[in-house]
T-cell receptor
Framework: KQEVTQIPAALSVPEGENLVLNCSFT??????LQWFRQDPGKGLTSLLL?????REQTSGRLNASLDKSSGRSTLYIAASQPGDSATYLC????????????FGQGTRLTINP | GAVVSQHPSWVICKSGTSVKIECRSL??????MFWYRQFPKQSLMLMAT?????????EQGVEKDKFLINHASLTLSTLTVTSAHPEDSSFYIC?????????FGPGTRLLVL
């Protein structure tokens, strides 16, 4: 059974710092991995999607990497801003599983002005 | 990206009443939609997979007679919480599936008094 773990569960840093969020998964048989952002009381916003054949994806100040063989992904946020404060969720789409995403527990990020 | 809407965005009801939540894919057709619930400070928990034109498949531990799902068209799935009780209070999120990912709705907050 696929399991996804995110570390740390919560993170608080000063504005302007670069930071890394971690995601690990137990089964490398995945179709893709996706990072989402969730603001309090809101739905999910997709940030980056990495196909299993890809190593990384970039969007603005965000960079996500994928090491499928070791079951790890990182989300790098450069020059953090208070508006980046949110919960970040990592999810994998297993090769088998009827298109069901498997989510991590999330990392609650707070950027302090 | 594709847009998924949910209605209502929030609802307050008395214990024992039934509540219907709609999930619509606005600009694409989705043969599969998913329903999740999320408790405060927790990740998403998949409740069921809604399949157009057929019965929904429920995750273990989810009561199918309590959470009725109807997917009557390629753009609409509904979740009805029957005889709601305070413990059903939660944040319900739907998603519509494309071949590579899921597009999430903004969520519906349910409060049962």
């Amino acid at each position: 059974k696929q399991e996804v773990t995110q570390i740390p569960a919560a993170l608080s840093v000063p504005e302007g710092e670069n930071l890394v969020l971690n995601c690990s998964f137990t089964d490398s048989a995945i179709y893709n991995l996706q990072w989402f952002r969730q603001d309090p009381g809101k739905g999910l916003t997709s940030l980056l999607l990495i196909q299993s054949s890809q190593r990384e994806q970039t969007s603005g100040r965000l960079n996500a990497s994928l090491d499928k063989s070791s079951g790890r992904s990182t989300l790098y946020i450069a020059a953090s801003q208070p508006g980046d404060s949110a919960t970040y969720l990592c999810a994998v789409l297993p090769l088998e599983g009827a298109q069901k995403l498997v989510f991590g527990q999330g990392t609650r990020l707070t950027i302090n002005p | 990206g594709a847009v998924v809407s949910q209605h209502p965005s929030w609802v307050i009801c008395k214990s024992g009443t039934s509540v219907k939540i709609e999930c619509r894919s606005l600009d694409f057709q989705a043969t599969t939609m998913f329903w999740y619930r999320q408790f405060p400070k927790q990740s998403l928990m998949l409740m069921a997979t809604s399949n157009e034109g057929s019965k929904a498949t429920y995750e273990q531990g989810v009561e199918k007679d309590k959470f009725l799902i109807n997917h009557a068209s390629l753009t609409l799935s509904t979740l009805t919480v029957t005889s709601a009780h305070p413990e059903d209070s939660s944040f319900y999120i739907c998603s519509a599936s494309s071949p590579e990912t899921q597009y999430f709705g903004p969520g519906t907050r349910l409060l049962v008094l």
